[in-house]
T-cell receptor
């Protein structure tokens, strides 16, 4: 089944404890992206990657890191999480030639205390 | 930067037609898309416009006017299951995506 998977789905952690949210897609998509969504707001893009070893900042990259060593994986790293990073996170992917259709993962709900 | 505006809430009755408008600002416009999201679940793609005009996909249609930086999503024959949040999103030619804050559609019997 074609899909985008994220792990973990739920995470409660403490301020300053490094964490990684994994994202993997099995559709051979070139483009991958991370978003965060806060109550009443749309999805805000954190980072995106047009292909392996190519990453770019979105609208809200501060406090986050990403890497794209393989086509299928695009992990999101929070080196020192803070409470303002409590949010719902979505990973998405699309084929490079697709006009715009993005396939979203199920989301990761992160709480930083 | 990029920004979008869409109404925060829309209410309509079952079987009716509803239009959700979206205005945007961007440089290097590439396309405008629409997504549906139920209760914090994964957004799902509905429609996309890169050129001016109307795109129809079943009960959903989307329209774009690049000269007006404006688009809309048209939902016909509304069903209860259409109650959800709808987001417009603009993409520029560098691959950057920006979403609107979403429109909550409530469909009443």
């Amino acid at each position: 089944e074609a899909q985008v998977t994220q792990n973990p789905r739920y995470l409660i952690t403490v301020t300053g404890k490094k964490l990684t949210v994994t994202c993997s897609q099995n559709m051979n998509h070139e483009y991958m992206s991370w978003y965060r969504q806060d109550p009443g707001l749309g999805l805000r893009q954190i980072y995106y990657s047009m292909n392996v070893e190519v990453t770019d900042k979105g609208d809200v990259p501060e406090g986050y890191k990403v890497s794209r060593k393989e086509k299928r994986n695009f992990p999101l790293i929070l080196e020192s999480p803070s409470p303002n990073q409590t949010s719902l996170y979505f990973c998405a992917s699309r084929p490079g030639e697709s006009p715009y259709e993005q396939y979203f993962g199920p989301g990761t709900r992160l709480t930083v205390t | 930067g990029q920004s979008l505006e869409q109404p925060s809430e829309v209410t309509a009755v079952e079987g009716a037609i509803v239009q959700i408008n979206c205005t945007y600002q961007t440089s290097g416009f590439y396309g405008l898309s629409w997504y549906q999201q139920h209760d914090g679940g994964a957004p799902t793609f509905l429609s996309y416009n890169a050129l001016d005009g109307l795109e129809e996909t079943g009960r959903f249609s989307s329209f774009l006017s690049r000269s007006d930086s404006y688009g809309y999503l048209l939902l016909q024959e509304l069903q209860m299951k259409d109650s959800a949040s709808y987001f417009c999103a603009v993409r520029n030619n560098a691959g950057k995506s920006t979403f609107g804050d979403g429109t909550t559609l409530t469909v009443k019997p």
